[in-house]
């Protein structure tokens, strides 16, 4: 067990359609990672927060948006859902706020779009 | 932009072989990690890497930096069914990570 609880584990829901995945990271972590990983591209950044914060973009598409709150749990919106969502997305948290630091990962939600 | 390749992408050995995963850009890292991957779970880091020509161990596994400190290596000895999944390296300068090798371990 990582420490980092997503929520839904499981999400199905139809194009067009706007989901809200939540994260909550490890107790003490400042950083919030998320990633979108699919059987074609593999993991994929999307952003990372810090603090409050954005700290960092990576391949994140206009139709998604995130957010961390003062309680340091993590939002990610994803809207007008395409079938090529379909995805699992992965939420990491850390210690510091650099890029590149060791990440515990949660256990993943399942998006299925139909 | 860092990318990184993965070799091999998929891996089938039996149980007792030794086997070498591979990392490799053509940039330069300040750190590199290692992670796990089972089905269903998120990824587990094994590792990090940071000085160039460094050697770490972690049990059977054993990670290697390039001097240059552009690519690394994941050796694993008398592989275990329990070391089936899949192996993420990560650049640290912008968090991407590669494709994975698929290592999958017959008993």
């Known amino acids: 067990d990582s420490g980092v609880t997503q929520t839904p584990k499981h999400l199905i829901t139809a194009t067009g359609q706007r989901v809200t995945l939540r994260c909550s990271p490890r107790s003490g972590d400042l950083s919030v990672y998320w990633y979108q990983q699919s059987l074609d591209q593999g993991l994929q950044f999307l952003i990372q927060y810090y603090n409050g914060e954005e700290r960092a973009k990576g391949n994140i598409l206009e139709r998604f948006s995130a957010q961390q709150f003062p309680d340091l749990h993590s939002e990610l919106n994803l809207s007008s859902l395409e079938l090529g969502d379909s995805a699992l997305y992965f939420c990491a948290s850390s210690s510091r706020g650099g890029r590149g630091n060791e990440q515990f990962f949660g256990p993943g939600t399942r998006l299925t779009v139909l | 932009t860092q990318l990184l390749e993965q070799s091999p992408q998929f891996l089938s050995i039996q149980e007792g072989e030794n086997l070498t995963v591979y990392c490799n850009s053509s940039s330069v890292f300040s750190s590199l990690q290692w992670y796990r991957q089972e089905p269903g779970e998120g990824p587990v880091l094994l590792v990090t890497v940071v000085t160039g020509g460094e050697v770490k161990k972690l049990k059977r596994l054993t990670f290697q930096f390039g001097d240059a400190r552009k690519d690394s290596s994941l050796h694993i000895t008398a592989a275990q069914p329990g070391d089936t999944g899949l192996y993420l390296c990560?650049?640290?300068?912008?968090?991407?990570f590669g494709a994975g090798t698929r290592l999958t371990v017959k008993p």
């Open positions: 990560a650049g640290e300068d912008d968090m991407r």
